[in-house]
């Protein structure tokens, strides 16, 4: 079989790494036959694969115990026989790392050990240590259940790890171990008395550790208690689902991967959290810089001269290392020695947003895994990240940049939603959440990386109403479910399959990106996570976003392997023609530099925003001079240069191979390059109208339509200038070029049918004048699950029904109206503003469904007949109004229904393509062919 007719048969039907995922939420422990049920409910609505995730309305003492497993037995069995594919979601709730607290039951010493500080000044003796807090009480009390015994934190076994004396101007830091004579250490928190007072013009810090008596999580750093962790949150799965490993169980997710994070009324300096602790991290940090230890120390906390900061650098780069080989090393060894691939993610501070610092602003991240998103990276087979609420984000780029990096391409995307709208509550969620904002997510989040969505996530039950506390509730911890929805049944399906099909198009491209930003990895552990960079690496990725200007993120690692030509710099096939440091302070060493000069030689533009180079990690410090002498060669920006600027940093390409071209002002949104098959394939979408252009060299070349709403492909004309491609509302269309080397042999190609793009004579379409339906509708309620349910009822189609009596009906109901014809013909129906999907039948017969504007249906003259015609309008909207009811969660219903009305004309349009005309053009009024109401 040819490369084309694989991708071809790939692209028709999806696999399921392509096709969208979830976690399967359990709330209770779940019998046979609900199991198999809802694992067939996701097969049959698209969604090809599964996490099951035990939440924390499921009894913590309940998960992993035989009838747990039992029941993850059936699910896996079940989708065995679907073809299905399984990922093992790797703790309860959420945050890797503690196995319901099965991992330190009995073992009280692997708990998690945090290292703190106390700082006595000149001429004092005694310090205190008090007022600690968990972050965890920001989720509140069902949270603090789920981290803490009794849900209460408890401090025990304190002991002084490190005690320095501070003094003169440059810091110079001396350890002193008989400096602490007493240590009385309480549940919360700790006091200190010094054998003698602190020396004038000096200062004390005394490191102190503790174990949280209280806590399910393991030290993470202390390899002891990541090898328990493994025993007992790992190998339960490998002794009940054993031979399904490496077949249907395919691999092992991690999320979010860390110890709490800590904070107390005395803490100063610049690390804002405690640190994750263990003897073995201690002697690793001896080991490294013996002598220089307390120097180092020191260096955490405070100083902004190069050379403090370039210590504050190595002593992060060593941390992340250790917690990484300690952590996630322990992982990955467990999950390939079981046949298993290992993904995950870890906590990213982008999620939701584009600045670096969007997320986790009150937790230091830095002593997680020192934010160092390439090297977690390097510990996975996947890449995965996590993107919330349904925007335009830097999470799915960043995770494609990644998994660049290490020599792959794509991202999985756990999918969720958090912020309500205006007038909600926090943690209320999205239960408001349409088809059309899932998919113009979905579409927006795979033009930027993403291989697969992980919806988050698929209910095991809606929960109850009668309390509305954060995630003890079901219905309350971060929903939506999908599967409760009332669209998610009859309208997923073709969602699902149009997103994997477009991951299948995108998955062999090779992305034109011409411009590379330096993810700031030292300057992060320099400046912390809310440094000026957090901002600036935002700024600069949303505006090359928004200028439709291809990028990703590259490591200084990445600097280090580059090789350049002229005009570009290359790291391995990713070749880029401008390289931007966003308000970069901190670079490995003068070497960088130097690769930066090499680069502004042989023409690549290299530009700054923000702050500049004026540390270095290792060896001398003469980053501030070294960049001086640069600078006339780097193009500096106070603030993100214009969007014309932007555009100008990509290659022009109409002469050397196929692009795109977005005009100014063009909503359109797309991703391509070329393909592993010798041609060029390229993705656009519009969330609104807009127009884009083919440009081709000289050719000859084909030019294909491969449409994801079916699996077919056509041919469409590429002679002449520019292909002009014009596309409607929501409208997603997918071309592949390649050079016509059939054409003077006259053999015929493997596509379908035939077509023209938009722009190359484009025929009119012809319709009547269209004629408003405003009175004479009926609304019918089927639903058994409402007290509604077999009502019918007048109803207006100028506003939704929330208004006119039914403010907590969020069910699935029909719009009935009769429609008078002298002669059958073709009809269009047109409905200005739905909230929700819609399946349109006429006489009985299903004619069309739409769950995303434009809602446009043609109904074909074979359904209808002369006289009357019943016209049945099918809505199902959101579940907000049913789930918000009563709660004080939400200001006012959302709408429901039909909001304007519908519009009926003659059409002699082409044939209907899933809701998208293969051409574009003007109406011409043509006499109404109904009458009567």
């Given at each position: 079989m040819?490369?084309?007719?694989?991708?071809?048969?790939?692209f028709?039907?999806?696999?399921?790494?392509?096709?969208?995922?979830?976690?399967?939420?359990?709330?209770?422990?779940?019998?046979e036959?609900t199991?198999r049920?809802?694992?067939?409910?996701?097969h049959?609505a698209?969604?090809?694969?599964?996490?099951?995730?035990?939440?924390?309305?499921?009894?913590?003492?309940?998960?992993?115990?035989?009838?747990?497993?039992?029941?993850?037995?059936?699910?896996?069995?079940?989708a065995?026989?679907?073809?299905?594919?399984?990922?093992?979601?790797?703790?309860?709730?959420?945050?890797?790392?503690h196995?319901?607290?099965?991992?330190?039951?009995?073992?009280?010493?692997?708990?998690?050990?945090?290292?703190?500080?106390?700082?006595?000044?000149?001429?004092?003796?005694d310090?205190?240590?008090s007022?600690?807090?968990s972050?965890?009480?920001?989720?509140?009390?069902?949270?603090?259940?789920?981290?803490?015994?009794?849900?209460?934190?408890?401090?025990a076994?304190?002991?002084?790890?490190?005690?320095?004396?501070?003094a003169g101007?440059?810091?110079?830091?001396?350890?002193?171990?008989g400096?602490?004579d007493?240590?009385d250490?309480a549940a919360?928190?700790?006091?200190?008395?010094?054998?003698?007072?602190?020396?004038?013009?000096?200062?004390?810090?005394?490191?102190?550790?503790?174990?949280?008596a209280?806590?399910?999580?393991?030290?993470?750093?202390d390899?002891?208690?990541?090898?328990r962790?493994?025993?007992a949150?790992?190998?339960?799965?490998?002794?009940?689902?054993?031979?399904?490993?490496?077949?249907?169980?395919?691999?092992?997710?991690?999320?979010?991967p860390?110890?709490?994070?800590?904070?107390?009324?005395?803490?100063?300096?610049?690390?804002?959290?405690?640190m994750?602790?263990?003897?073995?991290?201690a002697?690793?940090?001896?080991?490294?810089?013996?002598?220089?230890?307390?120097?180092?120390?020191?260096?955490?906390?405070?100083?902004?001269?190069?050379?403090?900061?370039?210590?504050?650098?190595?002593?992060?780069?060593?941390f992340?290392?250790?917690?990484?080989?300690?952590?996630?090393?322990?992982?990955?060894?467990?999950?390939?020695?079981?046949?298993?691939?290992?993904t995950g993610?870890e906590?990213?501070?982008?999620?939701?947003?584009?600045?670096?610092?969007?997320?986790?602003?009150?937790?230091?991240l830095?002593?997680?895994?020192g934010?160092?998103?390439?090297?977690?990276?390097?510990?996975?087979?996947l890449?995965?990240?996590?993107?919330?609420?349904?925007?335009?984000?830097?999470?799915?780029?960043f995770?494609?940049?990644?998994?660049?990096?290490?020599?792959?391409?794509?991202?999985?995307?756990?999918?969720y939603?958090?912020?309500?709208?205006?007038?909600?509550?926090?943690?209320?969620?999205h239960?408001?959440?349409?088809l059309?904002?899932?998919?113009?997510?979905?579409?927006?989040?795979h033009?930027?990386?993403m291989r697969?969505?992980?919806?988050?996530?698929?209910?095991?039950?809606?929960?109850h109403?009668?309390?509305?506390?954060?995630?003890?509730?079901?219905r309350?911890?971060?929903?939506?479910?999908?599967?409760?929805?009332?669209?998610?049944?009859?309208?997923?399906?073709?969602?699902?399959?149009?997103?994997?099909?477009?991951?299948?198009f995108?998955?062999?491209?090779?992305?034109?990106?011409?411009?590379?930003?330096?993810?700031p990895?030292?300057?992060?552990?320099t400046?912390?996570?809310?440094?000026?960079?957090?901002?600036?690496?935002?700024?600069?990725?949303?505006a090359?976003?928004?200028?439709?200007?291809?990028?990703?993120?590259?490591?200084?690692?990445?600097?280090?392997?580059?090789?350049v030509?002229e005009?570009?710099?290359?790291?391995?096939?990713r070749?880029?023609r401008?390289?931007?440091?966003?308000?970069?302070?901190?670079?490995?060493?003068?070497?960088?530099?130097?690769?930066?000069?090499?680069?502004?030689?042989?023409?690549?533009?290299?530009?700054?925003?923000?702050?500049?180079?004026?540390?270095?990690?290792?060896?001398?410090?003469?980053?501030?001079?070294?960049?001086?002498?640069?600078?006339?060669a780097?193009?500096?920006?106070?603030?993100?240069?214009?969007?014309?600027?932007l555009?100008?940093?990509?290659?022009?390409?109409?002469?050397?191979e196929p692009?795109?071209?977005?005009?100014?002002?063009?909503a359109?949104?797309w991703?391509?390059?070329?393909?592993a098959?010798?041609?060029?394939r390229?993705?656009c979408?519009?969330?609104?109208?807009?127009?884009?252009?083919?440009?081709?060299?000289?050719?000859?070349?084909?030019l294909?339509e491969?449409?994801?709403?079916?699996?077919?492909?056509?041919?469409?004309?590429?002679?002449?200038?520019?292909?002009?491609l014009r596309?409607?509302?929501n409208?997603l269309?997918?071309?592949r070029?390649?050079?016509d080397t059939e054409?003077a042999?006259?053999?015929?190609?493997?596509t379908?049918?035939?077509?023209?793009?938009?722009?190359?004579?484009?025929p009119?379409?012809?319709?009547?004048?269209p004629?408003?339906?405003?009175?004479?509708?009926?609304?019918?309620?089927?639903?058994?699950?409402?007290?509604?349910?077999?009502?019918?009822?007048?109803i207006?189609?100028?506003?939704?029904?929330?208004?006119?009596?039914?403010?907590?009906?969020?069910g699935?109901?029909?719009?009935v109206?009769?429609?008078?014809?002298?002669?059958?013909?073709?009809?269009?129906?047109?409905?200005p503003?739905?909230a929700?999907?819609?399946v349109?039948?006429?006489?009985?017969?299903?004619?069309?469904?739409?769950?995303w504007?434009p809602?446009?249906?043609?109904?074909?003259?074979?359904?209808?007949?002369p006289g009357?015609?019943?016209?049945?309008?099918?809505?199902?909207?959101?579940?907000?109004?049913?789930?918000y009811?009563?709660?004080?969660?939400?200001?006012?219903?959302?709408?429901?229904?039909?909001?304007?009305?519908?519009?009926?004309?003659?059409?002699?349009?082409?044939?209907?393509l899933?809701g998208?005309?293969?051409?574009?053009?003007t109406?011409?009024?043509?006499?109404?062919?109904?009458?009567?109401?």
């Amino acid at each position: 079989m040819s490369a084309q007719e694989t991708a071809l048969r790939r692209f028709r039907n999806p696999d399921p790494w392509h096709a969208p995922a979830a976690y399967w939420f359990w709330h209770r422990l779940p019998d046979e036959d609900t199991v198999r049920a809802q694992v067939r409910q996701m097969h049959d609505a698209g969604i090809r694969s599964f996490q099951v995730q035990a939440r924390l309305s499921y009894p913590i003492e309940g998960y992993l115990d035989e009838d747990y497993l039992a029941a993850c037995r059936v699910a896996v069995e079940t989708a065995a026989e679907l073809g299905m594919i399984v990922g093992i979601y790797d703790d309860y709730n959420w945050q890797t790392g503690h196995a319901a607290g099965r991992a330190v039951t009995g073992h009280d010493e692997l708990r998690e050990r945090h290292l703190f500080w106390v700082r006595i000044p000149a001429g004092a003796r005694d310090g205190v240590l008090s007022g600690i807090r968990s972050a965890t009480e920001n989720l509140g009390p069902a949270a603090m259940d789920w981290h803490y015994e009794g849900g209460v934190v408890a401090w025990a076994d304190w002991r002084v790890e490190y005690a320095l004396v501070v003094a003169g101007e440059r810091g110079t830091a001396a350890e002193r171990p008989g400096l602490v004579d007493r240590v009385d250490g309480a549940a919360d928190g700790c006091r200190l008395r010094l054998a003698e007072p602190v020396p004038d013009g000096a200062e004390a810090i005394v490191f102190v550790s503790a174990r949280c008596a209280t806590s399910r999580l393991v030290n993470p750093v202390d390899p002891l208690a990541v090898d328990r962790f493994v025993e007992a949150g790992y190998q339960p799965f490998a002794d009940a689902l054993g031979e399904f490993f490496g077949s249907t169980v395919a691999y092992m997710f991690f999320d979010q991967p860390h110890a709490v994070y800590y904070d107390w009324a005395e803490r100063t300096g610049d690390l804002r959290s405690a640190m994750p602790f263990h003897e073995s991290l201690a002697a690793s940090i001896r080991e490294r810089w013996r002598e220089r230890t307390p120097q180092v120390l020191a260096a955490v906390l405070d100083g902004d001269d190069p050379e403090r900061l370039s210590l504050r650098a190595q002593f992060y780069e060593h941390f992340s290392g250790y917690a990484m080989e300690t952590f996630l090393g322990r992982l990955r060894a467990w999950s390939h020695a079981h046949g298993l691939r290992q993904t995950g993610h870890e906590v990213l501070g982008h999620v939701g947003g584009w600045a670096l610092d969007t997320a986790f602003t009150n937790w230091d991240l830095r002593v997680n895994f020192g934010l160092d998103h390439f090297g977690v990276d390097g510990y996975r087979d996947l890449t995965a990240v996590d993107a919330q609420d349904a925007l335009v984000q830097l999470s799915p780029v960043f995770g494609d940049s990644v998994a660049r990096h290490h020599g792959r391409g794509g991202t999985m995307v756990e999918q969720y939603f958090l912020t309500p709208p205006e007038g909600g509550t926090p943690w209320s969620g999205h239960w408001g959440l349409s088809l059309e904002e899932l998919r113009t997510t979905a579409i927006n989040h795979h033009l930027q990386g993403m291989r697969q969505m992980i919806f988050h996530g698929f209910y095991q039950t809606h929960g109850h109403g009668d309390d509305h506390e954060s995630m003890r509730n079901p219905r309350f911890d971060f929903p939506p479910g999908i599967n409760f929805e009332p669209w998610f049944a009859d309208h997923h399906l073709p969602f699902a399959l149009e997103s994997a099909r477009l991951s299948e198009f995108l998955d062999p491209v090779s992305p034109q990106c011409d411009v590379a930003v330096l993810y700031p990895l030292r300057t992060v552990w320099t400046a912390g996570q809310l440094g000026e960079q957090a901002s600036v690496l935002g700024a600069w990725a949303r505006a090359l976003t928004e200028a439709r200007v291809g990028f990703h993120l590259v490591d200084e690692r990445d600097l280090e392997a580059a090789a350049v030509e002229e005009g570009a710099v290359c790291f391995g096939d990713r070749r880029y023609r401008a390289l931007v440091l966003p308000a970069v302070t901190t670079l490995r060493s003068a070497a960088s530099l130097r690769r930066l000069s090499r680069l502004a030689e042989s023409g690549v533009r290299v530009l700054a925003g923000g702050a500049t180079p004026a540390v270095y990690q290792e060896g001398p410090q003469t980053a501030a001079a070294d960049w001086a002498a640069l600078a006339p060669a780097v193009e500096v920006f106070d603030a993100v240069p214009a969007e014309t600027v932007l555009r100008g940093l990509g290659a022009r390409r109409e002469r050397t191979e196929p692009t795109l071209r977005v005009p100014a002002g063009s909503a359109v949104r797309w991703r391509g390059g070329p393909d592993a098959a010798d041609g060029f394939r390229f993705a656009c979408f519009a969330e609104v109208a807009g127009t884009v252009e083919l440009l081709l060299p000289d050719g000859p070349w084909r030019l294909e339509e491969w449409v994801a709403a079916d699996g077919t492909v056509h041919a469409l004309d590429a002679a002449g200038g520019p292909v002009v491609l014009r596309l409607e509302q929501n409208e997603l269309r997918l071309l592949r070029v390649f050079r016509d080397t059939e054409h003077a042999s006259g053999r015929a190609d493997a596509t379908e049918g035939s077509g023209v793009a938009a722009g190359h004579g484009t025929p009119e379409w012809e319709r009547s004048a269209p004629e408003e339906l405003v009175s004479g509708w009926l609304l019918e309620i089927a639903d058994d699950a409402y007290e509604e349910a077999g009502s019918r009822r007048d109803i207006a189609v100028t506003c939704g029904w929330e208004r006119q009596g039914l403010a907590t009906f969020a069910g699935t109901a029909d719009y009935v109206r009769q429609v008078e014809l002298d002669a059958p013909v073709p009809l269009e129906l047109v409905l200005p503003a739905v909230a929700g999907a819609v399946v349109v039948s006429v006489n009985g017969v299903r004619v069309g469904e739409r769950a995303w504007a434009p809602y446009r249906v043609t109904i074909p003259a074979d359904a209808l007949r002369p006289g009357g015609n019943e016209l049945r309008v099918r809505v199902a909207p959101s579940a907000a109004n049913r789930y918000y009811a009563g709660t004080g969660l939400r200001a006012e219903p959302e709408p429901c229904g039909l909001l304007a009305p519908p519009l009926l004309s003659r059409s002699l349009a082409p044939p209907d393509l899933g809701g998208r005309r293969a051409v574009s053009g003007t109406a011409s009024e043509q006499p109404s062919p109904f009458r009567g109401q």
